[in-house]
């Protein structure tokens, strides 16, 4: 086995501390690499405090992981030592079942195995996360990181991007399009970013109107005020799409009513309690919402090159391992421009 540590929680209840463990012994399609950074996601934080339900304890949680490879197995055709690495939120799926085939193994009809917070295929062995400083993952789920990118930016593209730039892919957004970006976050940044270099006209809806420079610099063409009635209803029945990124509850009716005929209201976002969505809202326009979660390994892949080929990374603050407390309370608050990124070297 492979020593390693890296921070754990070892209950709801009580902070990240430093932990150590062992990672399994690279088998012949296994890549091994040193993590050099993790981005912090606020599914880390709903994890570690078990508001999802079904947390395995000690969690060492992180799945946007970025590194440089040190060992391959014998038969790794994909990598070689010295290479930079990637991992995002799977690290092994069934590999056979139809969505798996099609290359979405994040919906696997199996069940795919989690970066942290879930278990190997075999259902037994826990998986740790990228809070730590190596990691062992089978060839077909790690990722190329182009060298070109700045590393650490690169980190939150491995969620944050992919689970934004797959929605954009999968309903052809692109030139013509209006697009609403609903929240701006560690996922509306991206939203905004990637919608934008797909050469939609992109509006922010926002509650906040500090929010608006940022929203202008990142790209965005627009901003609306969903606060200002008035402003909300010059845009009625404008947007051929709206990317909602907002977890918290909202109402859907409302954003509903902004969409043009045979728009959709693509949810990325996953607030905590049931929505109540009126029929006619939907019926009165042949409107659709619906849901996307992060991509498949050769989509994720596809989106790291159009990154590097666009000079596409997150906007990220960089961080110690032991602020990481102080990391989740900024984030609670909505104090981070745009996503916390740990650097490994401070474990």
Known sequence: MIAAKGYAAQDAHTPLAPFQFERREVKPHDVQFDILYC???????????????????????????VGRVTKVGSEVTKFK??????????VDSCRQCENCREGLEQYCLVGNSQTYNGREQDGVTPTY???????????DFVLHVPESLDLAAVAPLLCAGITTYSPLRHW?????????VLGLGGLGHMAVKFAVAFGSEVTMLSTSPAKEADARRLGAHKFVLTSDPAQVKAVKGSFDFIIDTVSAPHDYNLYLSLLKTNGVHICVGAPPTPAEIMGFSLIGGRKSIAGSGIGGIPETQEMLDFCAEHNIVSDIELISIKDIQSAYDRMLKGDVRYRFVIDLKTL
Do not use: T
């Open 39 to 65: 981005g912090v996601c606020h599914s880390d934080l709903h994890q570690i405090r078990n508001e999802w339900g079904g947390s395995i304890f000690p969690m060492v949680p992180g799945h946007e992981i």
């Open 81 to 90: 030592a010295g290479d930079l690495a990637g991992v995002g939120c799977m």
């Open 129 to 139: 996360g990228g809070y730590s400083n190596v990691i062992v993952v089978h060839e």
């Open 172 to 180: 052809k957004v692109g030139q013509g399009h209006k697009v609403a």
